[in-house]
Nanobody, 122 residues
Framework: HVQLVESGGGSVQAGGSLRLSCAAP????????MGWFRQVLGEKREGVAA?????GTAYPHSVEGRFTTFRDKDILYLQMNDLKSEDTAMYYC???????????????????WGQGTQVTVS
C-alpha cells in the first residue's frame, strides 16, 4: 500500500496561483507514474497532470501552460498559475506502479489515491 497525502488547497481569486503538494515515499517516484486529477461533485474526474519515473510529463489542453508538476525529494508538486473559476474542484494525487506518460494516461487506471484537497477560485 502507498500512502499519498495532499495539501496546499485553498481559496484564491481568479488570476492567482496555488501550489499543491503530495507527500509519498521517495522510493515511489523511481517506479510509479504520478498523476493529478480533479473532480467537481457530480461531474467526471479529469486528469490535469502526470509525471512518470523518467520525468516525462503530460497535461490536457485545459491547463497546459498554466499547470506544472514536478518533484523535489519526496514531495510531488502541482504549481497552478493564472487560475480560473473553472479550475475549482477537489484535487487528488494518484500513483500507478510501472506506468509511463503516454497518450491516454489520464484514462488509465491509477491504483493509489490521496484524500484530496479543495481548490476554490472566485
Amino acid at each position: 500500500h502507498v500512502q499519498l497525502v495532499e495539501s496546499g488547497g485553498g481559496s484564491v481569486q481568479a488570476g492567482g496561483s496555488l501550489r499543491l503538494s503530495c507527500a509519498a515515499p521517495q522510493s515511489v517516484y523511481s517506479r510509479f507514474c504520478m498523476g493529478w486529477f480533479r473532480q467537481v461533485l457530480g461531474e467526471k474526474r479529469e486528469g490535469v497532470a502526470a509525471i512518470d519515473s523518467d520525468g516525462g510529463t503530460a497535461y490536457p489542453h485545459s491547463v497546459e501552460g498554466r499547470f506544472t508538476t514536478f518533484r523535489d525529494k519526496d514531495i510531488l508538486y502541482l504549481q497552478m498559475n493564472d487560475l480560473k473559476s473553472e479550475d475549482t474542484a477537489m484535487y487528488y494525487c494518484a500513483a500507478e506502479p510501472g506506468a509511463e506518460v503516454v497518450a491516454g494516461i489520464f484514462e488509465s487506471p491509477f491504483t493509489y489515491w490521496g484524500q484530496g484537497t479543495q481548490v476554490t477560485v472566485s
